[in-house]
């Protein structure tokens, strides 16, 4: 933000509360009020934050620009891409959420968390999946020791009023037991 003084206040009258005298100064008298001066300290903190938020290889390439507006701008224009760079983006977004397995030897935790990050890219790219397909996609996903449990809760009659997260956390519980059918006989 800039602020404009006017032409008529190119000088102010001081008062020396010292000595009592009374004089001429010349310059520019600025008047801030309070919303300016909190317009401005969130502006800063606006930028602040978005430029922490930047990798540390792009913070000096952005650094240069003054508002929190036009940092967005810049920030927009480098990293959000035109059109045809944001059909791609959501096609291959779609592609790995449908093509999303258990990968071997992860526990049910990461599948978990790594199907959350997929279903957050996705939503932050304006692409919304019904609860209910997640749920599905976590369970088709899970690695093939967890079969039985799979088919168990396909069919249970409350998973349409269950979250993902309460899925994921009464799998959770199974977990230990599906480990235990993996290792080797003693």
Do not use: C
Not at 106 to 125: D, P
Request: proline content about 2%; charged content about 30%; overall charge neutral.
């Amino acid at each position: 933000d800039s602020y404009e003084v006017p032409a008529s206040t190119a000088s102010a009258t001081i008062t020396d509360t010292t000595s009592g005298e009374t004089g001429k100064k010349s310059g520019r008298t600025v008047t801030l009020i309070v919303e300016d001066m909190q317009k401005k300290k969130n502006d800063v903190k606006a930028r602040t934050t978005l430029l922490l938020s930047l990798p540390n290889e792009h913070q000096l390439q952005f650094s240069k620009y003054k508002t929190a507006q036009e940092l967005w701008a810049a920030i927009l224009k480098t990293f959000g891409g035109n059109e045809a760079t944001k059909k791609t983006k959501k096609n291959l977004q779609k592609q790995q959420y449908g093509n999303f397995k258990a990968e071997d030897s992860k526990t049910l935790e990461q599948t978990f968390n790594r199907l959350q990050v997929i279903v957050g890219q996705l939503q932050f790219i304006d692409i919304e999946i019904e609860q209910d397909d997640h749920k599905q996609k976590f369970l088709t996903s899970l690695a093939p020791e967890w079969r039985m449990h799979i088919i168990v809760w396909r069919n249970r009659s409350d998973l349409d009023t269950m979250s993902l997260d309460d899925l994921y956390n009464h799998l959770k519980v199974y977990e230990s037991e599906v480990q235990k059918k993996l290792e080797p006989n003693s």
